[in-house]
Structures are given as structure tokens and as C-alpha cells.
């Protein structure tokens, strides 16, 4: 207990044990854990039931072998995503110093992440247009039609694309002089790809495949925890979401407005080497 002015008592600020600091400021640094595992819970709600699934029917021979590129896939974005977690719990326990030389890895593993992707995409295409170019005539018709999903997905993915990197960029950009917006921009360049783990919980209500509305919903969703303990402790929204939802704005409407038009699905197959 401080005296000032002789007869004002002024208690100090009780110290978060790990990092010295005060401890609201140390309950601010566990909000990212949180948010770490969360994505991660996310994420496995997602992918375990669905791999299982389609497990079943590889060894039933009711569809091919996953790539090796899908395997590839599912490593380095795991390995993303325990990063992320990792590094939030560095600094929650003040860290910083092994925070830093561990995001050399991230360095590696973000453009590994996206290039694995811009490869996974077409793979996956071609193996359903290759089953129906092999399908008997009277199956071939209904194939080539269940394409028009996966070339309305493909939208999703070259969002994914392009702002995953583009808001990574901006948060690596930010370290060091703004840990602020360093720390919220992984996230939500994390957030970008989400969607494909969203999509495939099963007990969701989705707007899939007619609609892709509860993708971006339910991303607003998941960054809501962060963004409302933002608000709420800081009385104010950061910068870092402003600029978020400034520049995916117009990429939700190009999706939207795109979706499973014949315009967009000639594109598709174009692009795809089909068309």
C-alpha cells in the first residue's frame, strides 16, 4: 500500500506471477491462447468425423486413396495451427525472446501452406472430372454435375488464396512496432481458412452447397471471442479489424455474386484445364 499526499492510499497493481507484469495486462495475453485452441477445436470438430468418413470408404473402394498433397495438406496446417498456439502461449508466460525464434518456423511453413494449397485444389478437381471422363455414358452426365460444387468451392479457396498470405503479411509486417495489430492479424489471417473446417461439422446448420452465407457467418463467429473481449476491455475496436473486414468485404460480394452462376462454372473449368 503507496501513501500520497499523506493521506491517499492507492493499492498497486496486483503481478501476473509469470510475466511480472500486471495481471490485467496478463489475462489480456491468455485471451490469444484461447483463441489458439478454440481454432484448433474448430478445426478437429470439423476434420475427425469427415476423415474418418471418407476413411470408411477408401478401404469400402467406394472412392480413391487421399493424394499424398491432401496428406501434406492436413500436416502443415496442423502444424499451423499448434504453432499458433505455441507462440500464444510463449508470450502469455512473457517468453518473448523463444516467441520470436520460434516464428522463424511460421516464416516457413505460411508460403509451404499456400502453395500445398494452390496444388491441393486442382488435384482434388481432377480426380472427380477423371472418375467421370472413366464413368460408364449413363453415369457420366450426373458426375460431370456434382463438379458444379467443387467449382463453386474453388471461389472459397482462391479467397483463401489470396488474403490467408495477404493478412500474414500484414501481421508479420506489424512485429516488432505494433504488437497489437501483429498479434490479431495471425488470427484473423488465420480465420480465413476456418471455412473448411466449419463446413464439414456435422451437427451445423449449413448453407452449403447452395449458399456460401454460413461460411462467413459462422468466421464471424469464430472470431467474435477476440473481437468481443477487445471491445469490452479495451472500449474500442482495434484497427486490425477494420482493415479485416475492409478488404474481405468486397471479396464476400465477388463470392456471392459469382456462385454457382454458368459464367462462374465456364471459369472454373478454364481455369482447371477442362474447359
Request: net charge positive; no cysteine; aromatic share 8%.
Amino acid at each position: 500500500m503507496t501513501t500520497l499526499a499523506g493521506n491517499l492510499s492507492v493499492s498497486e497493481p496486483r503481478l501476473d506471477l509469470l510475466t511480472g507484469t500486471p495481471r490485467a495486462h496478463g489475462l489480456d495475453r491468455w485471451i490469444f491462447v484461447f483463441m489458439a485452441a478454440w481454432f484448433i477445436a474448430i478445426v478437429l470438430a470439423g476434420f475427425i468425423p469427415d476423415s474418418l468418413m471418407k476413411i470408411e470408404a477408401v478401404q469400402a473402394g467406394e472412392r480413391p486413396p487421399f493424394p499424398l498433397v491432401l496428406h501434406m495438406h492436413a500436416v502443415l496446417m496442423g502444424s499451423f495451427l499448434l504453432l499458433l498456439l505455441a507462440q500464444t502461449g510463449l508470450m502469455a508466460i512473457g517468453k518473448s525472446a523463444q516467441h520470436m525464434r520460434l516464428g522463424i518456423l511460421g516464416m516457413v511453413l505460411a508460403p509451404a501452406l499456400v502453395i500445398v494449397g494452390f496444388i491441393l485444389a486442382p488435384t482434388m478437381y481432377h480426380m472427380g472430372w477423371d472418375a467421370a471422363q472413366a464413368a460408364p455414358l449413363g453415369k457420366r452426365e450426373a458426375l460431370l454435375g456434382a463438379l458444379a460444387v467443387p467449382e463453386n468451392i474453388l471461389l472459397l479457396q482462391l479467397r483463401v488464396g489470396i488474403l490467408f498470405p495477404l493478412f500474414l503479411a500484414i501481421g508479420l509486417k506489424a512485429r516488432g512496432r505494433n504488437a497489437g495489430m501483429h498479434k490479431r492479424m495471425m488470427f484473423l489471417a488465420t480465420a480465413m481458412a476456418l471455412p473448411a473446417g466449419i463446413d464439414r461439422i456435422p451437427w451445423l446448420v449449413h448453407s452449403m452447397p447452395v449458399s456460401p452465407l454460413s461460411p462467413d457467418l459462422y468466421t464471424l463467429l469464430a472470431v467474435s471471442p477476440m473481437f468481443l473481449w477487445d471491445v469490452l476491455r479495451n472500449r474500442s475496436v482495434h484497427s486490425a479489424y477494420l482493415i479485416w473486414l475492409a478488404v474481405n468485404i468486397p471479396f464476400a460480394m465477388a463470392v456471392h455474386g459469382l456462385w454457382d452462376t454458368p459464367m462462374w462454372h465456364q471459369t472454373a473449368r478454364q481455369i482447371m484445364g477442362v474447359g
